[in-house]
């Protein structure tokens, strides 16, 4: 189990290991990991979270990242929408107001004690972890298919970790994941319907703890949305995802 | 918890206020863009390209003839898929455009005003981090402009004011050359710029005519001697003016055809001189060169577009530049000045692809840019001078 673990949040690190078998680019990812894993944490936490607003007929809705944190990471996530003002209901230029809310667990980490119980291992420590975002978004329809919207949200990731000494790239070695960041994001974006099914939305954000910039581009069909999340300082720049959706 | 509790107090003023006796219009735009490409140097050496912009304004009209228009824009610009740090590092920089714009229109005047603030962060280095970028800069100010009908010309006349500041910027070169007595170069590159420029438009033509004076408030010209302070700077401060003159043409040949060429002459004159030292690392001068940094550049785009269906359309755009510099000689490949000539460099910058229309709001361009350059510069240690490579990439937009 506790390999399942180390290649769950450390996988590049444990193939740097063995240099002469990886591509060239593995060993300098893995140390620019080891130099800033909470970024790239942080990076899978924004894959979870979607920061557009719930479809204009619906009272709010839900929604899941499948790939590639649910699987193969185990990442479980869910992602909550709450219209709490429908646009123009109270004046015509009124905006539709969204509570938007995020919650995830990796999996792996909460059946880890159990599993290290039974290797009876005194050094073992609980691994905790911290994964959510809460935030509001303002929308506004400017023609029958098109909507702008703005939000804030406050999103957190933390993840204390401790593990077997793993090498990297011969010389380096860790041993435990301490990574902790909260910021508060700012989003523009805009959402594009195709047709009764079918939509497009992108948005851009802004950190400001971390001067953090990240992007994404999604097609939404009935259930399924596929899009990729760009962080164009990120580890890896370009996240590819599909989600579920479900309106309310 | 102060702030917001003052915010949720502004939305629910703005949201319960009484109606107003003039209803107000409020018209938003939204503007995204990625740009993920990649360039091949004459090497084979890859390099990226990502870039983000973000542009969200509105347009609120309390009366007919008053229009106010608040605007951000945040853009990045780095290298995108292959992050590169280390030896590899490639020049990033974000930037973040505040702007706020006031449309008076007067009968046949209208009279606009705006107050901007931008700032940026750039990193030139794998040791900087983006609060300590070396050239990040903020700037402030603002214009007001005038536009009304001047002898058959829609002629717009506009002046403004920004202030620059570096507030990381240091030139440890310069310092140590100074020597004993050098004072710190912080703040050197902190600039008053004021800008005058008339806009003409006639039929399908425009025209221009703008100059922008530049007044450093550190930096110092300097000499050929050294002065009583020991440095061969005197008390004359950095000024600089440019200079820009040009015209476009829009025409439609057909209904699917458009071009739109365009002329322009750039003149750069500054007060500032270059004392050469053999090494980036001597502190004594070998040689003095007057109005080095003068220069004059007309260049010529001819973009044409051809609309192939409902929502494709073909793009090309040749574009030339030519700098010669008026008082710089060139070096040769020793770094040797060489005498009789002045440098000069041809830039040519070639850029065709397509666009599709993929929705009310969205396109998607693929381009494909062949640049070369060349230049009478044959000292290629610190910069190339002769090149020639291309780039391509895709480019997502959506706008309202």
Redesign the interface.
Same mark, same amino acid.
């Given at each position: 189990m506790r390999k399942v673990i180390l290649i769950m949040v450390a996988g590049i690190l444990m193939v740097s290991g063995r240099a002469e078998a990886v591509p060239s680019w593995a060993v300098p990812a893995a140390l620019r990991f080891i130099s800033n894993p909470d970024d790239f944490f942080f990076n899978l936490h924004l894959d979870n979270v979607d920061y557009s607003p719930s479809a204009a007929e619906t009272k709010g809705g839900i929604r899941m990242n499948l790939l590639l944190t649910t699987l193969p990471l185990t990442w479980a996530n869910l992602n909550v929408k709450a219209q709490v003002l429908n646009e123009s209901s109270i004046r015509p230029w009124t905006p539709q107001v969204d509570i938007v809310g995020s919650y995830g667990r990796i999996a792996a980490l909460d059946i880890l004690p159990a599993v290290m119980d039974d290797d009876d291992d005194d050094d073992f420590e609980t691994p905790t972890m911290s994964d959510y975002s809460i935030g509001l978004t303002l929308t506004k329809a400017v023609s029958p298919e098109t909507r702008l919207f703005a939000g804030y949200h406050h999103s957190v990731f933390a993840l204390d970790i401790e593990f077997d000494e793993v090498d990297i790239a011969g010389e380096e070695t860790i041993d435990s994941l301490n990574i902790s960041r909260r910021d508060n994001i700012l989003v523009t974006g805009i959402s594009n319907r195709f047709g009764e099914r079918s939509s497009m939305t992108a948005y851009l954000g802004y950190g400001f703890n971390y001067n953090k910039i990240f992007s994404r581009v999604v097609w939404h069909r009935r259930r399924f949305e596929l899009g990729f999340n760009i962080y164009p300082e990120g580890l890896l720049v370009i996240h590819p995802f599909i989600g579920m959706h479900w309106g309310l | 918890m102060k702030k917001i509790a003052l915010l949720i107090f502004w939305v629910l003023i703005l !949201? &319960?206020a009484p /109606?107003p006796a003039v209803s !107000?219009e409020? !018209?938003?735009y939204?503007n +995204?863009q &990625?740009t993920q490409g990649a360039s091949i140097s004459p090497d084979g050496d890859a390099g990226f390209l990502?870039n983000?912009s973000?542009d969200?304004g509105t347009i609120v009209m309390p009366a007919d003839d008053h229009s106010i228009i608040g605007y +951000?824009s &945040?853009q +990045?610009q780095?290298p995108?898929?292959? /992050?590169q #740090?280390?030896r590899e590092f490639r020049e /990033?920089y974000?930037n973040h455009v505040f702007a706020g714009r006031h449309h008076w229109s007067l009968g046949d005047m209208t009279l606009q005003s705006q107050l901007s603030i931008m700032t940026e962060?750039r990193r030139s280095g794998t040791n900087e981090t983006?609060?300590s970028g070396l050239y990040n800069f903020n700037r402030y100010g603002g214009s007001s402009a005038v536009s009304l009908d001047l002898y058959g010309i829609y002629s717009t006349i506009s002046l403004g004011y920004h202030y620059l500041t570096f507030p990381n910027y240091t030139d440890m070169l310069a310092e140590i050359r100074a020597g004993a007595d050098a004072s710190s170069t912080a703040g050197t590159q902190n600039h008053h710029s004021l800008r005058m420029a008339y806009r003409g438009e006639v039929k399908n033509n425009v025209f221009w005519l703008s100059f922008n004076p530049l007044f450093y408030t550190r930096q110092r010209v300097a000499v050929d001697r050294a002065q009583a302070d020991g440095s061969f700077y005197s008390s004359t401060k950095q000024r600089e003016l440019i200079m820009n003159m040009g015209g476009k043409r829009s025409e439609k040949l057909s209904d699917r055809v458009t071009i739109a060429p365009e002329i322009d002459l750039t003149l750069r004159y500054s007060n500032q001189n270059y004392q050469h030292f053999e090494e980036a690392t001597s502190t004594t001068p070998v040689s003095f060169h007057d109005d080095f940094f003068d220069y004059m550049e007309p260049s010529l785009t001819l973009p044409v577009s051809v609309r192939l269906g409902s929502d494709w359309t073909y793009f090309a755009s040749p574009s030339f530049s030519y700098r010669r510099y008026m008082h710089r000689n060139p070096r040769d490949s020793e770094g040797n000045f060489v005498g009789g000539e002045k440098q000069n460099r041809l830039l040519g910058v070639h850029t065709t692809g397509f666009r599709k229309q993929?929705? #009310?709001?969205?396109a998607t361009v693929f381009f494909f840019t062949y640049q070369h350059q060349s230049s009478n510069m044959e000292f290629e240690r610190y910069a190339s001078y002769n090149y020639d490579g291309f780039s391509l990439g895709i480019r &997502?937009h959506? #706008?309202?």
């Open positions: - | !949201v &319960f /109606r !107000v409020v !018209v938003p939204y +995204y &990625f990502l983000l973000n969200i +951000y &945040f +990045y780095g995108g898929l292959k /992050r #740090e280390g /990033r974000l962060r983006w609060d993929t929705g #009310e709001s969205s &997502f959506m #706008e309202y």
